[in-house]
C-alpha cells in the first residue's frame, strides 16, 4: 500500500518511527518529506518561493496519490499537516480514498478528527494490524 504520514514539522522523530514502522510492514512512502527538509524555510516559508512552491507541490501530490494517509498527533504544534489531512479527507469524501487516520492522543481537537471517515488509532501497529 502507498502511505503518506504528514505530522508536525517539530515531530520529524516521530513521523520517521511512524515512516519506519509502515516500510518494515512491507509498505511504500508516496513521499518522505523529513528527509528532504531545507531548514532555512522552518521559520520563513515566504524567503524562497520558488523551493516553498515546489515543497507544497510535492506534499499535496503525495497525499493525494496516497492510498492512506497518517497523521501522527503530537503536543507540537503543526500547521502543514491539517493542510495535508483537509486534502485527505477531501478524497475521502469522493470515495477516492478509505485509510485518513489519526495516530496517537489528541490533544487539540478539531471537528474534522470526528469525520466519518478519520479513524482514530493509538499507535501504528494499531493501524497496521487493522488492515493485515
Do not use: N
Amino acid at each position: 500500500m502507498k502511505v503518506y504520514v504528514a505530522g508536525a514539522l517539530a515531530d520529524v522523530a516521530g513521523v520517521q518511527a511512524v515512516q519506519a514502522a509502515v516500510m518494515a510492514a512491507g509498505h511504500e512512502l508516496t513521499l518522505d518529506w523529513t528527509r528532504s527538509l531545507d531548514v532555512t524555510l522552518v521559520e520563513s516559508y515566504g524567503s524562497d518561493l520558488a523551493l516553498s512552491a515546489s515543497l507544497a507541490s510535492d506534499d499535496l501530490e503525495a497525499v493525494l496519490s496516497a492510498e492512506a494517509v497518517l497523521v501522527v498527533m503530537s503536543d507540537e504544534e503543526g500547521r502543514g499537516m491539517f493542510v495535508e489531512l483537509g486534502a485527505a479527507l477531501a478524497r475521502a469524501h469522493r470515495g477516492e480514498l478509505q485509510h485518513v487516520v489519526l495516530l496517537g492522543p489528541i490533544g487539540r481537537e478539531s471537528v474534522f478528527y470526528f469525520h466519518p471517515a478519520v479513524q482514530r488509532m493509538t499507535s501504528v501497529d494499531e493501524w497496521l494490524a487493522s488492515i493485515a
